[in-house]
């Protein structure tokens, strides 16, 4: 699902984010990448969100090298991809169904068919209840559950999250990564960046460590 091929990147010319990185994620697998603040795992997100390029080396997601889409392409590969971030980037004026329709507004899915996802989703995450909040009557982890409904309408095959357990106390933490578990169980390829090591080691997934832009170790699963 996902292959890295040496890969480099560098910014202003100087600053090495990453360095020589390989590694292969198969289809359907649930994949932790953790290191110390800097250690490169957003920059590894952004290259496979196609936020950045690779300086060297190659990305391929599905097969394809994506460093090779023309800037066309990359709005229709995107959508493909599910994403959840830290600090949830929802929009505060609008209710919680309206942000997770959001990704099926912009694609100009039928209404209908649209409002059928959204509830589904939001059921999924357990908030169905709360379709038509706004996100500021949530707490953080609803918040963050709200965000996870979104990155999944589009029913993607890849889900990425970027320390989406950052903010939380260590039970919410632990529920939002049963949420990633469901979505894996049912064949969706995640790739979690996270630095809390006691949460990952209790889930016995496989961990990619990163440390100064360099992948150090690749551990399986427990």
Known sequence: MIL??????????????????????????????????????????????????????????????????????????????????????????????????LPLEIRGVDPREAARRVRAALDKVGLLHREKALPIELSGGEQQRVGIARAVVNKPSLLLADEPTGNLDPQLSADIMALFEDFNRIGTTVLIASHDLALIARLRHRVLRLRDGRLIADEEAA
């Open 4 to 101: 890295f091929e040496h890969v480099g990147k560098r910014y202003g010319g100087r600053f090495e984010a990453l360095a020589n990185i390989d590694f292969r994620v198969q289809r359907g697998e649930m994949v932790f990448l953790t290191g110390h603040s800097g250690a490169g795992k957003s920059s590894l997100l952004r290259l496979i969100m196609l936020l950045e390029r690779p300086t060297r080396g190659r990305v391929l997601v599905a097969g394809h090298d994506i460093g090779r889409l023309h800037p066309s392409q990359v709005p229709f590969y995107r959508r493909q991809i599910g994403v959840v971030f830290q600090d949830h980037q929802l929009l505060l004026d609008r209710s919680i169904f309206d942000n997770v329709a």
